[in-house]
């Protein structure tokens, strides 16, 4: 059930912001937006299926980890 109102927002979503932005000729904000629309629904569906997601926290400090000896800290 849960999953079904992600989806339902999502197109929702869509329905209403898509019309706008084609209509502008916005073509970057399409693919920008499609990309975050993807991703966030992706992961709202996952977490109405309860899988358990990593914390984007780790993810960051994997990334910040090899620069923070340069970092004035």
């Not at 979503?13 to 992706?42: D, T």
Request: hydrophobic share 60%.
């Amino acid at each position: 059930m849960r999953i079904m109102l992600v989806i339902a927002a999502v197109i929702f979503i869509g329905w209403k912001e898509y019309p706008g932005l084609i209509s502008r000729r916005e073509g970057k904000e399409i693919g920008v937006f499609a990309i975050f629309l993807i991703a966030g629904g992706s992961l709202s569906g996952a977490l109405a299926m309860h899988i358990e997601l990593p914390s984007p926290l780790l993810w960051v400090e994997w990334i910040i980890s090899p620069i923070q000896f340069w970092l004035p800290f």
